[in-house]
């Protein structure tokens, strides 16, 4: 799947991926749409140095050729620098997983991206911790679903901000409180961690809903990039502002991340304390119809696109 002009998603015959060393060949099940996925094909993100030029941030596929404890034939899926909509791609063995016993492969394409972007801002960033309150917005998104659980498990109150049809999901994920993000203000949760997705337009808000000593964490921009900060507001709360992205992460950072992930939450997966949600699985010629599907909000978890098998 490429996207040769602003716009626009082709399928074309690309050449096969030569993996380097240290690196593994997967040939791909499934992939996921994610959307920095979409702004790449809008022209808004490119890949980085190196990354194919299609999107795919994530996989889940059959190992071709092994690198490190990997083995032809394990079953794995992968956080990826792009590429992840082919039948092939090739990704450092040190961002590889095994799939969790009790998913199944195509499943486990909707697993990388959000476990190690909740991981590593829940966990790294945020350090969120049993009897605090986590204000989750976009809970209706494949990282707020996953996001819900993870916090649950960690023992945290969790409110989420979606739309009023998908709160019932969201109370059955563990969400403790939804709230209407189009009718409801959420500035007096009083959280501990704020994930956000927003970014310029909810930051005064954000901000409000801290407790003393609260960290907001803003992992996407969907509402624009620049607004103004009081920072005497943040100070009287003593609350501290991160701003992360994983795409753009060194290598060394990643693994680092994978490990973690690995670590912490795949024992989560395995006991079916937390699981992949799925909105739908679509085949890699619907590929515009799962972006539209993201672009405008309609899904409940992740849109995966089955590649083979």
Same mark, same amino acid.
């Given at each position: 799947m490429t996207n040769p002009a602003k716009g626009e998603l082709l399928l074309a015959e690309v050449p096969d991926p030569a993996p380097a060393d240290g690196e593994v060949l997967i040939r791909v099940a499934a992939s996921a749409v994610n959307r920095a996925d979409l702004l790449q094909v809008g022209g808004y993100y490119p890949p980085p140095k190196g990354a194919p030029a299609w999107p795919g941030l994530e996989c889940s596929g059959t190992v071709m050729r092994g690198a490190g404890s990997w083995q032809p034939g394990d079953e794995v899926c992968a956080l990826l620098n792009g590429g992840g909509y082919a039948e092939l791609v090739a990704v450092s063995e040190a961002q590889v997983l095994p799939v969790p016993t009790g998913i199944d492969l195509v499943t486990a394409a909707g697993l990388p991206e959000v476990a190690c972007t909740v991981w590593s801002n829940l966990t790294q960033v945020a350090g969120l911790r049993s009897g605090e309150t986590v204000l989750i917005h976009g809970?209706?998104?494949?990282?707020?679903?996953?996001?819900?659980?993870?916090?649950?498990?960690?023992?945290?109150?969790?409110v989420a901000t979606a739309?009023?049809?998908?709160?019932?999901?969201?109370?059955?994920?563990? *969400? +403790?409180?939804? !709230? /209407?993000?189009?009718?409801?203000?959420?500035?007096?949760?009083? *959280? +501990?961690?704020? !994930? /956000?997705?927003?970014g310029a337009s909810y930051l005064g808000r954000n901000v409000e809903a801290l407790a003393r000593g609260g960290r907001l964490v803003v992992i996407g921009l969907q509402g624009g990039t620049r607004a103004e900060l009081d920072l005497g507001a943040l100070l009287s709360k003593r609350g501290t502002v991160a701003a992360t992205a994983l795409r753009s992460r060194p290598a060394a950072?990643?693994?680092?991340?994978v490990a973690g992930v690995r670590r912490d939450m795949w024992p989560l997966l395995e006991s079916g304390a937390i699981r992949p949600v799925i909105d739908r699985v679509l085949p890699l010629t619907e590929t515009a119809t799962a972006h539209r599907l993201v672009a405008a909000n309609e899904h409940v978890g992740k849109v995966l696109l089955k590649v083979s098998g």
């Open positions: 809970g209706g998104s494949g990282v707020g679903t996953f996001a819900i659980q993870y916090a649950k498990a960690l023992g945290a109150r969790v739309r009023p049809v998908k709160h019932d999901r969201l109370r059955l994920l563990g *969400a +403790d409180e939804c !709230l /209407d993000y189009t009718t409801q203000e959420f500035t007096g949760v009083n *959280a +501990d961690v704020v !994930l /956000d997705i927003m950072e990643k693994a680092e991340i």
